[in-house]
């Protein structure tokens, strides 16, 4: 993966992510909807085979690149907790 920042402004940032899918994506976006901090995220594929993916937040005024790792590290515990449950259950 390779991402690159497209623009940034106090509660905007667009973030394109080379190499990535809508699996990805949505899965952020998802999460950054989520969050109270956030007034709306989006992404955009112009041509789905051909272009990567654009990430746009706009927040209440919180750093979005901030708010882009929170949502992140929750990803990160999520995967880790899902480690450690399928390793117990295929222990068992």
């Known amino acids: 993966m390779e991402l690159n ?3 940034k402004t106090n509660n905007e940032l667009e973030v394109e992510l080379r190499g990535e899918t809508h699996t990805l994506l949505n899965l952020l976006k998802d ?5 109270e ?3 709306t995220a989006f992404y955009d594929m ?7 993916p ?3 937040i706009k927040t209440d005024g919180a750093d979005p690149i901030l ?10 515990s999520e ?3 899902f480690i450690d449950v399928f390793s117990k259950a295929a222990n068992a």
């Open 5 to 7: 920042i497209l623009n």
């Open 31 to 35: 999460l950054l909807i989520k969050d």
């Open 37 to 39: 901090r956030v007034v």
């Open 46 to 52: 112009k041509y789905v085979s051909i272009s990567d």
């Open 54 to 56: 654009v990430l746009y």
């Open 67 to 76: 708010v882009l790792k929170d949502v992140v590290a929750i990803i990160v």
């Open 79 to 81: 995967c880790d907790e």
